[in-house]
């Protein structure tokens, strides 16, 4: 293989797509690239620089700079060393804590470097398993990867999704091994933190007339429906409390300041009388329209775009009456402007239908989200998590909703007071792929059922046989099973196959060929 196509293998290691979960045997067992200033393994077939693991603490050991855990899951014992960042200089250095104890199951995400005649994994992160179910599954996904993809005889190929993102080829140096476990500019991040940060769309403030359409503004819709989750309300700022005038004696009269937070407990007791296993729709809130034309992002953008639809109908207007003429205002165009506030609604209940007829909408029975009350003001929720503001403008505490009240401030037009919301309307949900890998998960847990039940009440003569469970269902049976609601009706194949890559990322369902999936568990 060519130096530069591993120079380009290395590069591809760096990314959160190449973290190989895997065994602690695997880790001991990969073999080295072989190419000097080229540190990465091969997994079989497949190049590895980053692992993801799984098992139980069995010892802790904790040093002046960095805390070294024990890992054990079944086939090995391999040391991960963690060095955490201290929050804060001190002198002396205040000793580390571990972040997990001997006994845990622990989920371990690091890169592998070589350790005397040995290797180790220096942590980016170790974290707890929620469920003792993450171990088994872990094993089962690991081992279904070393059927389907690391011991494959085919030549490894970088994703072509991937490929074009690849910075181009620099020359490579290798990692001093006192440096942290993951650099600040390293392009190795953890899960979670990738989660936590949405992509952001530019703030409605900030768009040019020509993006103010209909379509864009259905994209808004979309977006800030997906990441609603993410606003948090501002805390309140603090008040700076005044002096007294005059002094108190010191003594058992002297005021003092009271905690009334209730402290909890250190151990939380376990609370039997709730059932183990919740239904996540009740947690889950959908939209109503109301409650979207009452987010003071979306409702500017519904202002500008109505405004800008009028202008440009007389501007069509004008050229078809009087080219290079005077404006002729006629009635329609008087009523485009009169009539603002019904026209936004409008615009706000056409871009949920065209939602609903793509699929990127259901018509949600659940609860909704409770519309803000009247007294409610703009600057009462921080969105700048999902709006992405002007680089040259400055916003207090980076929250975009100074920019809309700034926008509104130049065009202060009263476009009526929103009605009340009624009782029935109807509500909308977001289609996620968390959210539809759980209705996913029970289709193939069905249709397994039905098939096996139907295998196993054939009969061979006048005696019945006894049949394996049947094999898991094709991409297109799950399709169909779901399109049997009315609330899956516009459910795209796309949509159910990336729910159907998540489960598998999480280790809970795999394609055991033939665009066939099971369960692992």
Known sequence: MASGSLKRIWQWTLTQEAIAPGFCKDVLDMRESGVKDVEFFWLGRVPCRSVKLVGMVMGVQTYETRVVYHLDDGTAVIECHHRPQPLQKTLPPSPLEPLAQVGWSVTVIGRVSPMRDTRKVLVDSIVRCPSSNDEPRHWIAVRNLHKTHYSLDKPFEIPERLVSQLPAPTKVTP???????????????SPASSRASPHKLRHPARLHTKDLTGNAFRIYIKHYMDNAEHVRPIPPEPTTPTKSSHRLPLGDETPRPLDHTPKQPRIVPLDFSRPLDVDPDERTFGFTVSYLRRVPELALMAKRVVKAEAKRRARDARKKTEPGGAVVITKDMRNDLAKL???????????????????????????????????????DADTSVIWKANSSTSTVGGNSTVMSNASVAEDDEDEGELTDPDEGEEVFLPLTSAFLATRVEKAIRTLTERATARAQASKDGNRPRVRAPAPGPAVREIVALLKGDDMWRNLSEFAVKEALTLLQDEGRAWMIGGDRWELTL
């Open 175 to 189: 990692d001093s091994p006192s440096t942290s476990s993951v650099a600040p500019s390293s392009p190795l991040k």
């Open 341 to 379: 506030h019904p026209r936004m609604k409008r615009l706000f209940e056409w871009a949920v239908i065209q939602l609903v007829k793509e699929g990127a909408v259901l018509s949600w029975d659940g609860p909704a989200r409770p519309c803000p009350g009247s007294d409610t003001q703009p600057g």
